[in-house]
Structures are given as structure tokens and as C-alpha cells.
């Protein structure tokens, strides 16, 4: 019997090897036989698609082939083909789909495809009558197929389950495709050929070339692609020209969505016909848009001077993002990606090494000084996202000499932060502004005692205050900060954050400034700011009675949003705001006041539209007392948190929200057992912490 069983489990563990040895990358890339049409020239199912038309996150494992009632279909979460270049490719017209679905195990799909001006995305949900007949047929038309391979992998179109993309308990939601046909009704259609040479020289302010993200579209927002000039960008694990914007600028083009990257220089032969051309650099560029013509056998050059709105770097602010997600096997890789940043106009580029449970994603090839890369004044530094699970969040190491790996104990991270403190590092927790991954639990750990730096409360144009309210509130430390996570999310920089830098603009400055607390995180904003007249110290000393000024000025690109109101916030409320009604680029806000106890104060400031800036906090300490908590909410707060702690010891895993289960399902529930003493002790170390806050909390209550 013991054979047997030793057997068993020999088996299932080369079952599973062989499972993950085929699964590829971060998004789990798999390769599948189902070509039920010869224009589908490969199938592969993916966990995730954030620029399908239709944000697309699914839990679920990969797809597998299986027979229905004599059929064979594909069953999964998200499955993505690509279709053959000799049946379509970059065209422009209406294409058909007959899809078969398996009716007992599907409710609806989601379809997505390379459209010619945006991605597109379309829902269909079955009807609950289910027929005699076990087959659900639908035709669907592809209006305007682009197929030029611009979607993941260099597919075309992919189908989802319509439940997929959020928990769905024993696999349910997901689709069983079991036949697809694709068709033209009608001829192929003839592509105009005539083309002409066009030239874009980009340069900067001061005439010298620079890098910057292009945009080249027809009316209704066709472009050309991208041509071999434009700068090779790094996403996931296969390089491409072009990407879809996410953000959009409100002098962006209202239509076309694609855009290219260029250093400096571009040339492409492009079809006849008018276009408009935009090209931006961050927000401290104005947008330059200029319709131009193309006419067939001709060459066109184009000189394109950006001018700029703003120039933080000549106040000693220079931007970084903190979430990056680009490989670098070898240095040969910094000049393309260099070349990325700059284009974002980001000065330092954290590309964050990644763990699971199993695997290492995005390889940086050093870390510290031999893997910084530095041309003029922008930076590519390594970092870490790791420890990273579903269960208790995922956390970002910055300005690290080597890369930490996971202990055995994976879900007690403690160690990691210790020694990245040690080395002079910062460590903090990831996505707290989607409220991502159980973020709580982590931060209810690790923040009381003292492993946490900063947290990453914007993202995704989602500003959320939470977190850094409540724990500043119960007297802790505690920075902002900001990150694309690129690719899966946004454009690098999309979310940056400013630190006023001392002395040389170089990365070891910008990190110095994060520490130093003198920072903002933004998208689209900027700000400048005193306290008592100084625009360098994050804390201040005063008597009681002595009066408090800050004065605050908030611009907004206005290429970019309008300025809605600028807010001083202390103790988390507001203690003054400044707004306007008409459409304005800046906003200042002054306000003196005298404090009646020590506390935090910061400033937060919204667009009509997306843009959202926050300053790292300031802290003001009366007559030498250094608790600047709110003693009024300090007791409830530490009460709500060890709830969350009481709670997280009882939780255990759960294997259908694990953003990566394609990767580590076999790990998660053992390595969670394996943890379990150890996170049980940190767990009672936090918990003493919050007791005693809930305690002096008590008295204070009783004291006023």
C-alpha cells in the first residue's frame, strides 16, 4: 500500500511539473491544439487582458482540451487566437464569426478583437431557456477587423467566459468553445497602396531631439502602423511597436487610441490621405497637434518643437515610478528601454523583479550600482515586487544592492523588509489604490511593527486615502507613493511620483528625497509648497499659541484637465480648500492657523477630470510633542485593524482568487500551513501594539 501511494504522489508531482513547464510568463501563455478553421493559425489561453475593450482578469487555470458529446472543444477562462496573416491581415472591413458553445457549461462569452481605430470588446449573455439541443450557435460580426496582430502574443481576437473574470467556485464561467468558423461575406476588399515617406524630427525645448509618445490618425481615428523606426517596447514577454492608450488627455484625439513610440526620429511610408498628428511627453509638455497631408510619391518632413507647460526639474522635482514591469536579462536591453522612459518623461524607472510562489518574472540581470543605467539625467534601477500572494497583498522593494528571496515561510514576509532596511532600502505595499489583493491583511501586520515605508495609494487613476489616513491617524509613519504597474495597467508614468531632490538630479537623490518625506504623488499635477516660508523640512517645531501659515500652488496641464480644488488636509478632514468654478490651470490655497496639538497635514488636490495630486505628509509638533496621531480616532482605529488581524488568523487561502493559481495552485494551501506559526507570533506582536493604542486611546477619552 505504501508503494502504491509513494506511486501516487510521484505521478501527481510529474503531472504538475509538466503542467508548469508549459506555462509561459507572467500572464500563464499556453499553447493549445484546436484549429477547428485553417485560418486560425494558433490558440493560447492567457489569465489576463487589461486593453481587450473589455478589461479581462480571470482566476482560473489554463484552458484544456475535452470532448462534448463527440466534439472537441476548448474550455477556458480567456483564450486567444491568432488568425492567418494569408486570410486577413491589416485590413479594414467586416469579418464573421460562427462560434459553437457547449450549453450546460456556458452562460455567455465576451469577445475581443484588434478593431481598426480602438480595441472592441462585445458581451453576450445567454438566455436561461435552455433548448433540447446541447449547442448554443451564434454569428457574430467583427466590424472594421483590423488583425494585425496587435492584441497579446500577436493574436487577433479572443473569447472569454462572461463569468470569468471575478471568483467563479469550481471552475464555473468559463467557456466551452467547441467550433469556430471565420468568413468574409463579401470580396476581399482592395486596400489603397499608394503611399509616401513621412519624416518626424521631435525636439525639445532647447532644439535638441528628444523622445516622445506619437500619435498619426485619419478622421475617424485609423492609423498607419507602426513603422521599424518607432521604439521596440518590452510588453510582458514579447516586444511591439505600438500600444492602446488607457489615459486619455483631453487634447489627445477623441477617436484614434493606438500610439508608437520615437526617439527623436521617425520615418515610415504611410498611405495617402489627411491626417493629424499629436505628440506628447508627459505632463510637463504641452500636446502638439498639427493636421498635416499625404500625397501619394511624395516626401514629407516634419519638425516638431515641443514647448513646456511646466519645468519641475528646475525646482529640483524629478518624477519616478515606482512599478514597472520590463525585463532586462542583459545591459544590451537599457537603450530601448531608456528610450521608453524618456518618451514618459520619467527620470527614474524602478523595473520591479517579480515573484510567485513558484516563478521569478521580469529578470533584472543586476541589482544596486552594476544594475542602475543611467543616461543624462534618467535611470533605470532594479527593484522587487515580492513577497507577492493573493492573500495578504503584494509589496514593492526600491533602491535594493541585491534581490531578496522569499523564505520558506512565504506569507510571513518579515524578512525581506529587514534586510532591504538594512541596505538602505524602501519597502512598501503595492495596488492600495485598487484596494488589491487583500491588502489589508498586510498592512494590519506589517505597518505597527514597523516593516512598511510607503504605500501605493494611486494607480490606474484611482487616488485612495484610506490606508495612510488611518494608519497616520494611529501615529505611524508613513509615505505615499505612486506606479504604473506597466505593463499590465498603463504606460509608464501614467501615476508618478515627485521627490524635491538635493544636490545632482540622479536616482540616489530622487530615493534620498522619498526618504526624506519632501514628495508628491500625481499623474497629470504639480505643486509647490511652504510651511512657515520653507519649502524643504517635513517637520516643524512650534510653541503653542505660534501660528501655523502654508501656502500651496497646484497647476494642471491644461492639455491634459482643468483644476477643480486644492485641499489642506489635517488629521485626515479638511482644514481649508480653495476651488474655482471656470476652467483654470492653477489654484493656490493659503491658510494660517494655530494648532492646538501636534498633528499631520497634507495636500490633496483634484482635476475636473482625472488628474489627482497628494503630497507626502507634514508633520507640525507643539510644544515638543512628537504624537502627532488623532487622539480622538486613534482607539478606534487600532480596534478596527486588530479585527482584520483576528480575522486573518482564522482566514485561510483561497485558491479562486490567486491572481497566478495557473502557476502556484499546488503550492498555495502547504506553503500557507508551513507559515502559520510564525505569522501566528507577528500576528500577536501587531495585535499588543493595537491594544496599547486602543488603551492610551481609552484615556485620553477620559482625560478630556
Known amino acids: 500500500m505504501r508503494l502504491i501511494l509513494i506511486f501516487l504522489a510521484l505521478l501527481f508531482s510529474i503531472n504538475n511539473a509538466t503542467l508548469w513547464a508549459h506555462t509561459k510568463g507572467p500572464l500563464g501563455n499556453i499553447e493549445h491544439d484546436?484549429?477547428?478553421?485553417?485560418?486560425?493559425?494558433?490558440?493560447?489561453?492567457?489569465?489576463?487582458?487589461?486593453?481587450?475593450?473589455?478589461?479581462?482578469?480571470?482566476?482560473?487555470?489554463?484552458?484544456?482540451?475535452?470532448?462534448?458529446?463527440?466534439?472537441k472543444c476548448i474550455?477556458?477562462?480567456?483564450?486567444?487566437?491568432?488568425?492567418?496573416?494569408?486570410?486577413?491581415?491589416?485590413?479594414?472591413?467586416?469579418?464573421?464569426?460562427?462560434?459553437?458553445?457547449?450549453?450546460?457549461?456556458?452562460?455567455?462569452?465576451?469577445?475581443?478583437?484588434?478593431?481598426?481605430?480602438?480595441?472592441?470588446?462585445?458581451?453576450?449573455?445567454?438566455?436561461?431557456?435552455?433548448?433540447?439541443?446541447?449547442?448554443?450557435?451564434?454569428?457574430?460580426?467583427?466590424?472594421?477587423?483590423?488583425?494585425?496582430?496587435?492584441?497579446?502574443?500577436?493574436?487577433?481576437?479572443?473569447?472569454?467566459?462572461?463569468?470569468?473574470?471575478?471568483?467563479?467556485?469550481?471552475g464555473r464561467g468559463e467557456a466551452v468553445l467547441c467550433d469556430m468558423k471565420i468568413y468574409r461575406k463579401a470580396e476581399v476588399p482592395i486596400i489603397p497602396t499608394s503611399q509616401a515617406a513621412l519624416s518626424l524630427n521631435i525636439i525639445d525645448e532647447t532644439g535638441k531631439p528628444t523622445a516622445a509618445r506619437v500619435g498619426l490618425y485619419k478622421s475617424d481615428g485609423w492609423s498607419p502602423l507602426a513603422g521599424s523606426d518607432a521604439i521596440p517596447v518590452q510588453r510582458y514577454t514579447e516586444n511591439t511597436r505600438e500600444l492602446p492608450m488607457v489615459s486619455i488627455p483631453n487634447?489627445?484625439?477623441?477617436?484614434?487610441?493606438?500610439?508608437f513610440f520615437v526617439d527623436g526620429k521617425y520615418t515610415s511610408n504611410i498611405p495617402e490621405g489627411q491626417y493629424q498628428v499629436f505628440v506628447m511627453k508627459g505632463p510637463e509638455y504641452k500636446i502638439h497637434k498639427e493636421n498635416i497631408t499625404i500625397t501619394a510619391g511624395d516626401k514629407q518632413s516634419l519638425t516638431i518643437k515641443l514647448e513646456r507647460f511646466d519645468d519641475l526639474k528646475a525646482r529640483n522635482w524629478l518624477s519616478g515610478d515606482d512599478h514597472i514591469h520590463i525585463s532586462r536579462p542583459s545591459p544590451e536591453n537599457n537603450q530601448a528601454i531608456i528610450a521608453f522612459m524618456k518618451a514618459e518623461d520619467i527620470h527614474v524607472a524602478n523595473l520591479l523583479q517579480a515573484t510567485n510562489l513558484r516563478d521569478i518574472y521580469f529578470k533584472q540581470y543586476k541589482f544596486g550600482k552594476n544594475g542602475t543605467y543611467n543616461h543624462e539625467d534618467f535611470s533605470l534601477v532594479s527593484?522587487?515586487?515580492?513577497?507577492?500572494?493573493?492573500?495578504?497583498g503584494h509589496t514593492i522593494g526600491l533602491n535594493i544592492p541585491r534581490f531578496y528571496k522569499p523564505v520558506e515561510e512565504y506569507y510571513l514576509y518579515d524578512d525581506t523588509p529587514d534586510h532591504i532596511h538594512e541596505d538602505g532600502g524602501l519597502w512598501g505595499y503595492a495596488h492600495v489604490a485598487i484596494d488589491a489583493f487583500n491588502v489589508f491583511?498586510?498592512?494590519?501586520?506589517?505597518?505597527?511593527?514597523?516593516?512598511?515605508?510607503?504605500?501605493?495609494?494611486?494607480?490606474?487613476?484611482?487616488?485612495?486615502?484610506?490606508?495612510?489616513?488611518?494608519?497616520?491617524?494611529?501615529?505611524?509613519?508613513?509615505?505615499?507613493?505612486?506606479?504604473s504597474?506597466?505593463?499590465?495597467?498603463?504606460?509608464?508614468?501614467?501615476?508618478?511620483?515627485?521627490?524635491?531632490?538635493?544636490?545632482?538630479?540622479?536616482?540616489?537623490?530622487?530615493?534620498?528625497?522619498?526618504?526624506?518625506?519632501?514628495?508628491?504623488?500625481?499623474?497629470?499635477?504639480?505643486?509647490?509648497?511652504?510651511?512657515?516660508?520653507?519649502?524643504?523640512?517635513v517637520e516643524y517645531n512650534v510653541k503653542s499659541g505660534e501660528p501655523v501659515s502654508i501656502e500651496a500652488l497646484v497647476k494642471v496641464n491644461p492639455d491634459f484637465d482643468q483644476m477643480d480644488r486644492?485641499?489642506?488636509?489635517?488629521?485626515?478632514?479638511?482644514?481649508?480648500?480653495?476651488?474655482r468654478e471656470k476652467s483654470i490651470s492653477e489654484l493656490s490655497l493659503s491658510h494660517s492657523f494655530i494648532p492646538q496639538q501636534s498633528q499631520w497635514l497634507t495636500i490633496r488636490a483634484y482635476g475636473k477630470g482625472r488628474a489627482l495630486l497628494h503630497?507626502?505628509?507634514?508633520?507640525?509638533?507643539?510644544?515638543?510633542?512628537?504624537?502627532?496621531?488623532?487622539?480622538?480616532?486613534?482607539?478606534?482605529?487600532?480596534?478596527?485593524?486588530?479585527?482584520?488581524?483576528?480575522?486573518f488568523r482564522a482566514s485561510t487561502p483561497r485558491l479562486d482568487v490567486e491572481f497566478e493559481r495557473f502557476a502556484v495552485e499546488d503550492l498555495i494551501l502547504p506553503r500557507w500551513e508551513y507559515s502559520k506559526q510564525s505569522l501566528g507570533i507577528a500576528i500577536d506582536d501587531a495585535i499588543t501594539i493595537y491594544d496599547e493604542i486602543i488603551r492610551l486611546g481609552s484615556n485620553k477619552i477620559k482625560e478630556r
Request: overall charge negative.
Open 34 to 71: 484546436w484549429h477547428p478553421d485553417p485560418a486560425i493559425k494558433s490558440t493560447v489561453s492567457l489569465n489576463f487582458d487589461f486593453h481587450a475593450g473589455d478589461n479581462f482578469v480571470s482566476w482560473s487555470p489554463t484552458a484544456r482540451i475535452e470532448f462534448r458529446e463527440g466534439k
Open 75 to 170: 474550455i477556458g477562462a480567456y483564450i486567444l487566437f491568432n488568425i492567418d496573416e494569408k486570410f486577413a491581415f491589416n485590413t479594414d472591413e467586416d469579418i464573421f464569426l460562427d462560434l459553437t458553445f457547449y450549453r450546460p457549461e456556458t452562460d455567455g462569452f465576451i469577445l475581443s478583437y484588434d478593431q481598426a481605430v480602438k480595441p472592441t470588446a462585445i458581451q453576450s449573455r445567454f438566455k436561461d431557456n435552455i433548448s433540447d439541443s446541447p449547442w448554443h450557435k451564434e454569428t457574430i460580426k467583427l466590424e472594421r477587423a483590423r488583425f494585425a496582430n496587435r492584441k497579446y502574443y500577436g493574436t487577433d481576437l479572443a473569447i472569454g467566459g462572461i463569468g470569468s473574470q471575478l471568483t467563479h467556485p469550481g
Open 251 to 259: 487634447e489627445w484625439s477623441h477617436k484614434g487610441r493606438y500610439a
Open 383 to 392: 527593484g522587487q515586487e515580492s513577497p507577492r500572494t493573493s492573500h495578504r
Open 441 to 483: 491583511n498586510g498592512l494590519a501586520l506589517d505597518v505597527p511593527r514597523g516593516k512598511v515605508d510607503f504605500v501605493e495609494m494611486l494607480q490606474y487613476g484611482m487616488m485612495n486615502v484610506g490606508y495612510l489616513y488611518d494608519f497616520l491617524n494611529m501615529g505611524f509613519k508613513l509615505l505615499p507613493s505612486a506606479g
Open 485 to 537: 504597474d506597466y505593463p499590465y495597467i498603463d504606460f509608464p508614468g501614467a501615476e508618478r511620483l515627485y521627490g524635491k531632490v538635493d544636490g545632482p538630479l540622479t536616482a540616489k537623490s530622487w530615493f534620498a528625497s522619498l526618504k526624506s518625506g519632501r514628495s508628491f504623488v500625481t499623474n497629470w499635477m504639480s505643486v509647490d509648497f511652504t510651511v512657515n516660508g520653507d519649502n524643504r523640512a
Open 566 to 579: 486644492v485641499e489642506l488636509i489635517a488629521h485626515g478632514e479638511i482644514l481649508q480648500v480653495a476651488s
Open 615 to 647: 503630497t507626502a505628509p507634514i508633520y507640525i509638533y507643539v510644544d515638543g510633542d512628537r504624537d502627532f496621531s488623532d487622539r480622538r480616532k486613534s482607539g478606534q482605529l487600532a480596534q478596527k485593524y486588530r479585527d482584520i488581524l483576528v480575522r
